[in-house]
């Protein structure tokens, strides 16, 4: 059983930063892992990916804005998020993919206010 864990998020100010983490439990080896966000009355979409050879996919929204990394070791994933804007409000889910398969974790919230 896959479990993924995140931390990092909360309240801040529009222009600040925070720095999400995300731990997945087991000796699992995972081909994806991302970070997607959904605010309220919007679909879940995918924020960026890194995949275990370190290649990055954002979305325009945050391009120059945030970065991805990930540590295969400790099988975790961060997401620095630099000059955040109060449209970064939302619960930011941590992503990975095994195979055919997808795990999800229970969601950080990120609020930006202005």
């Known amino acids: 059983q896959v479990q993924l864990v995140e931390s990092g998020g909360g309240l801040v100010q529009a222009g600040g930063s925070l720095r999400l983490s995300c731990a997945a439990s087991g000796r699992f080896s995972f081909n994806i892992m991302g970070w997607y966000r959904q605010a309220p009355g919007d679909q879940r979409e995918l924020v960026a990916s890194?995949?275990?050879?370190?290649?990055?996919n954002y979305a325009d929204s945050v391009k120059g804005r945030f970065t991805i990394s990930r540590d295969n070791a400790k099988n975790a994933v961060y997401l620095q998020m630099n000059s955040l804007k109060p449209e970064d409000t939302a619960v930011y889910y941590c992503?990975?993919?095994?195979?055919?398969?997808?795990?999800w974790g229970q969601g950080t919230q990120v609020t930006v206010s202005s």
């Open positions: 890194i995949t275990s050879g370190g290649s990055t």
């Open positions: 992503n990975a993919v095994q195979n055919v398969f997808t795990y």
